[in-house]
């Protein structure tokens, strides 16, 4: 990391794509890997469409599981480093892969939430969308009689078309793509950071390993996410 100098004044449009992994040291658990959630659970049972339609309580329980968890973690440092950039850039773009709503409560505005938010649900019935953070969820339906469902991308879910063109667009706009802990592997997001890398952007991805998309970015640190973002703002950003 003491070898990339990097200075932030020199972008003006920057893009960070985030992943689990800037928010495990927050007490989040990652999906993959040691401590991962489907190391303990297995998604088909908690996380697609057929295992709610099977048993939408079961599913329920596990993602009120999953809101305390969320909801007992506060944002760290890494969070408050890119809402801090955005800060004095505003046209900085988070498209981050996460559902937990830390990027948000560290005070980041422009969020691009590939596959949804925990903190909102869906009737599907009436198309409706709506916030909600109790812990847990209480009613479990809908003033209609359906069950509501998490908002967010479940395996097997098509990702909303709208967040992937504006994500595409500030992908191809951005002068700098900062990837952090993310492993690369869930499409279509994990492609989404090619076309900064086309576009002719400075590329960093911030990893405590290398992942399959590695070899793309000019630049690798390997280091913690926090300490990373951290260190890489800490010059003089306006
Ligand atoms: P992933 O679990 O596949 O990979 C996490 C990556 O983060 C790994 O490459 C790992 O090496 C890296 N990592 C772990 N700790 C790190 C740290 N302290 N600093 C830097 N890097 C670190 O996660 P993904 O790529 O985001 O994809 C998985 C899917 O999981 C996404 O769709 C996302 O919706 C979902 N997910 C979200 C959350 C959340 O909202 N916090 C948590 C778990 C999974």
Known sequence: ???????????HRIVFFTGAGLS??????????????????????FACQQ???????????????????VAACEPNAGHRAIAEVQRTKPETVIITQNIDGLHQRAGATNVIELHGSLWRVRCEDEDLVVPNDQVPIEPRRCTCGAYWRPDIVWFGDMLDPGNIERAIRALQKCDLLISVGTSGVVYPAADLPRIAMESGATTIEINLEDTRVSRLYQ?????????ALAALTETPIC
């Open 24 to 45: 495990a040291e927050s007490g989040i658990p990652t999906y993959r890997g040691h401590g991962g959630v489907w190391a303990e659970y297995n998604y088909e049972d």
């Open 51 to 69: 295992a709610f339609l099977r048993d939408p309580e079961k599913v329920w329980d596990f993602h009120d599981k999953r809101r305390a968890k």
């Open 1 to 11: 990391m003491d070898e990339l100098k990097l200075d932030l004044r020199d972008f």
């Open 219 to 227: 630049h690798r640190i390997r280091h913690a996410a926090s300490a």
